[in-house]
């Protein structure tokens, strides 16, 4: 069952329900810095993944990743984002229930990265019409803009977010994305958080985005 897995994806235990010393603090980050040293990211506690930001690019995102974990079973390949977003998904097609992903972390530790991951794998794994190739472009490219107004340089993360995120995906009968509400706008459930007036920190992240942001607006409409 577990042939997809290599030696070094075995380093320490890929879930910490496995940890011998499960009651351990020590154990923990223990497990954690060694999978961490062989860049192995993502650990499992059961159907939760905990993710340590690796603040450097890792050759885990590929197109040929996603589809290693497309329709396979959780514990078949190593702890990964697209598995949890594969599960999702096809949790929602089986048991044709809405389904929610929650990403919690303090201040830089990947969240935004982490959320973009999920949307990049199901614009990549769902099937679409071409009608659906347009929402899923704008999916990936409503991100830029949001960031450009809503994002600002601080202490701890150069672009982070200075507001509640709250990303809405509806999928049609044939399980193809229809549409993409980046803040849940338009069902009620969460309306966005305020954005504060616009400060210096954002103005001046603001400007440095606004190109990239203004090109996807344009792409946009
Ligand atoms: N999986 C990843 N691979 C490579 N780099 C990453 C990854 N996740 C995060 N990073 C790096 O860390 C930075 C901060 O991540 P991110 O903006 O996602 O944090 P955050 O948790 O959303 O922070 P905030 O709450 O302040 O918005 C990113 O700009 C990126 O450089």
């Known amino acids: 069952m577990e042939s997809a897995l290599t030696a070094r994806d075995r380093v320490g235990v890929q879930d910490f329900v496995l940890l011998e010393n499960f009651t351990s603090e020590a154990a923990f980050i223990d497990n954690l810095r060694k999978r961490f040293k062989e860049n192995l990211i993502y650990t499992y506690i059961g159907s939760v993944l905990v993710s340590v930001n690796p603040y450097k690019e890792l050759e885990i995102y590929s197109k040929q ?11 078949e390949v190593s702890p990964h984002i697209y598995a949890v977003s594969d599960n999702s998904y096809r949790a929602m097609r089986t048991e044709r229930k809405d389904q929610c ?73 044939k399980l193809q994305i229809v549409q993409h509400n980046p803040f849940g706008a338009g069902n009620g459930s969460c309306p966005p958080a305020p954005v504060p007036a616009l400060s210096q920190e954002h103005a001046d992240h603001s400007q440095c985005q606004l190109r990239h942001g203004m090109h996807t607006i344009l792409a946009m409409l």
């Open 65 to 75: 990743h996603m589809e290693r974990y497309r329709g396979v079973n959780f514990y």
């Open 101 to 173: 992903i929650l990403i919690s972390g303090e201040s830089g530790a990947g969240k935004t990265e982490a959320s973009k991951k999920i949307l990049q794998y199901y614009a990549v794994t769902c099937p679409a019409s071409d009608k659906v190739e347009t929402v899923k472009d704008r999916l990936l490219q409503s991100n830029p803009v949001l960031e450009a107004f809503g994002n600002a340089k601080t202490l701890r993360n150069d672009n982070s977010s200075r507001f509640g995120k709250y990303m809405d995906i509806q999928f049609d009968f």
